[in-house]
């Protein structure tokens, strides 16, 4: 096996701003693990929607949402320089006293709830992620506790791997949520992305009819994935044209968008139906008309991230082939800054993944853009 390096290679957030405060650097210090903890050699890294909006602290606070603030308002365990990247897979190469040693060699996908509650309590009150409240996957090596380091013996490829953690765990909490069952119907918004897309996988999954709103020249990969049939976000009346698309009434809807839509959405839902939300690309302060929600007896759900049971449900689907990674691209850690901006322009289905310049060829190369 290859020495451990006293020092890696790494991209570190400096402060809250724009892409220039995004370092990379190859003198960062190579985590060692504590007790109950391992090392992970990264392989692989996607990326997410928290990474930008962390960054830019565009959280907001629950009395001034133009504030900047992080990802737990009020209570934030961020702290500068860190290392962000939740989606992170590799080979166990080191463990921390208490792990044994024959976890060594194992390749991981990384849960990257840090909970904050004791096994069996499925409450996410205080939860906290990896890269977040610690250093995460953007960067050669990362420590982790051992419980979060799940062995996958699946032959999906490393790259392809680091597509599921953060967007399929989201998805399938929000379909939790929302208790989406079969036969049903669920209108998701923002349905090219990570979270979108997954949330047309797992809605199929458990025998719902997903359908989706997103922009033109997306229709056909959404309808390849599991789409029923697609909506285009632009279009002058949503309700009308969901209402031509959707054969019988809309149970649930998961949004990713909001903004100017979010009323519409409620509009779209049957009497009883259920809204769940994970995100707010398009705005997060909306008009809300609550004679909408109590006439028609809405419920209204928040999500973020998931449980150990959903992480581990995910994880049985990866293995048992239920699911499959949409990975657009891959890009080179030391490329980090056109990786993130490509990210932010929107343009693709499914996730882009970073990985360390020393496994690109046997890693990157092969999904990387021609």
Request: net charge negative.
């Amino acid at each position: 096996m290859t020495p451990i390096p006293a020092v890696m290679k790494a991209v570190r957030l400096l402060g809250h701003g724009g892409l220039d405060q995004l370092v990379y650097s190859d003198d960062v210090p190579t985590p060692e693990p504590a007790p109950g903890e391992v090392l992970i050699d990264v392989h692989a890294c996607g990326m997410n929607n928290t990474d930008v909006w962390v960054r830019e602290g565009a959280y907001g606070t629950e009395t001034d949402p133009g504030s900047v603030s992080t990802w737990r308002r009020g209570r934030s365990t961020l702290t500068f320089p860190r290392i962000q990247g939740t989606d992170t897979v590799g080979e166990i190469v080191a463990v921390g006293p208490g792990v044994p040693a024959g976890r060594i060699g194992e390749r991981a996908m990384v849960d990257f709830s840090i909970y904050n509650r004791p096994e069996g309590d499925d409450s996410l009150a205080d939860i906290d992620y990896i890269g977040h409240g610690r250093d995460g996957g953007y960067a050669e090596y990362i420590a982790v506790p051992a419980e979060n380091a799940y062995e996958i013996t699946s032959g999906i490829g490393d790259a392809e791997l680091a597509t599921f953690c953060c967007a399929y765990l989201t998805a399938e909490q929000m379909l939790d949520r929302a208790r989406l069952g079969a036969g049903e119907r669920v209108l998701v918004t923002g349905a090219s992305g990570g979270v979108g897309s997954a949330i047309i996988q797992l809605a199929r999954v458990r025998g719902a009819v997903p359908y989706a709103v997103s922009s033109a020249g997306k229709q056909d990969a959404l309808r390849e994935i599991g789409a029923e049939d697609v909506v285009l976000r632009d279009v002058p009346d949503l309700v009308t044209a969901v209402e031509r698309v959707v054969d019988g009434p809309v149970d649930v809807v998961a949004d990713l968008v909001a903004g100017p839509m979010f009323n519409d959405l409620l509009r779209i839902l049957r009497p009883e139906g259920r809204y769940t939300t994970a995100g707010a690309i398009a705005g997060p302060v909306v008009d809300l008309d609550l004679r909408t929600v109590y006439l028609k007896q809405l419920e209204l759900h928040g999500s973020s991230q998931g449980t150990r049971t959903a992480f581990r449900r995910l994880v049985r689907y990866i293995e048992n082939g239920e699911i499959r990674p949409l990975l657009d691209r891959t890009f080179r850690l030391s490329d980090f800054h056109e990786a993130q901006r490509t990210f932010m322009g929107k343009t693709f289905v499914g996730k882009l993944v970073v990985v360390p310049d020393r496994h690109w060829d046997t890693v990157g190369a092969v999904h990387a853009a021609s």
